[in-house]
């Protein structure tokens, strides 16, 4: 089976503080995705990667892929409350087209 | 627009008895998804449908089956529930099933608590 660990687990931090969650397999994805969910509702796709070593920015957030296609990263400058949320990883295993997710990375911004 | 509906939001139910959550999107998606969501395990695979009529199973299927009769409707059937498939269950859609990446899209997701 494979696996997405994703760390931290939670992560509480103060307003205007950077962060950064990882996302780490063994196995070979052949894209990644970041999805944010908040509290009563499903996730909602923020990027998705698909070069190893791509860097993608969506406005403080910044997304990269591994070289070797096993891991990425999401980076979040100047934390605001409203970013708070659970951030989920998702990987594309090569040769399939189903996605597998990873554990998640719960984030509480305080104000 | 309203992308995709769940039914019901959340359900306390007796083991043994049967369920059947609903999904239904209206965005014409040829992909659906059935997850299941438990805390520290993540999103996890129970059924998919890559166009109607055709269904295939996902990381965690036993206990539950689906269907697909038509492009917008995609209902998940527990036939005799347990206490382990007390979760948050999510239904899911993209446009399309055979692509190297696509984005799904989320259901606002049924809570289940089999007693």
């Known amino acids: 089976t494979q696996l997405l660990e994703q760390s931290p687990q939670f992560l509480s931090i103060q307003e205007g503080e950077n962060l950064t969650v990882y996302c780490n397999s063994s196995?070979?994805?052949?894209?990644l995705q970041w999805y944010r969910q908040e509290p009563g509702e499903g996730p909602v796709l923020l990027v998705t990667?698909?070069?190893?070593?791509e860097v993608k920015k969506l406005k403080r957030l910044t997304f990269q892929f591994g070289d070797a296609r096993k891991d990425s990263s999401l980076h979040i400058t100047a934390a605001q409350p409203g970013d708070t949320g659970l951030y989920l990883c998702?990987?594309?295993?090569?040769?399939?087209?189903?996605?597998?997710f990873g554990t998640g990375t719960r984030l509480k911004v305080l104000a | 627009i309203a992308g995709i509906t769940q039914a019901p939001t959340s359900q306390i139910l007796a083991a043994g008895r049967r369920m059947t959550l609903r999904c239904t999107q209206d965005?014409?998606?040829?992909?659906m998804y059935w997850y299941r969501q438990d805390l520290g395990l993540g999103l996890r695979l129970i059924h998919y449908?890559?166009?109607?009529?055709?269904?295939g199973k996902g990381e965690v299927p036993d206990g539950y089956s689906v269907s697909r009769a038509n492009t917008d409707d995609f209902p998940l059937t527990l036939a005799s529930a347990v206490p382990s498939q007390t979760s948050v269950y999510f239904c899911?859609?993209?446009?399309?099933?055979?692509?190297?990446?696509?984005?799904?899209?989320f259901g606002p997701g049924t809570r289940l608590t089999v007693l």
């Open positions: 990667v698909v070069t190893g070593g």
């Open positions: 998702a990987g594309g295993p090569s040769g399939t087209y189903k996605y597998i």
């Open positions: 196995s070979v994805f052949s894209s």
């Open positions: 899911a859609s993209s446009d399309v099933w055979d692509r190297p990446y696509n984005e799904q899209f």
């Open positions: 965005m014409r998606h040829n992909a």
């Open positions: 449908s890559n166009t109607a009529g055709t269904t």
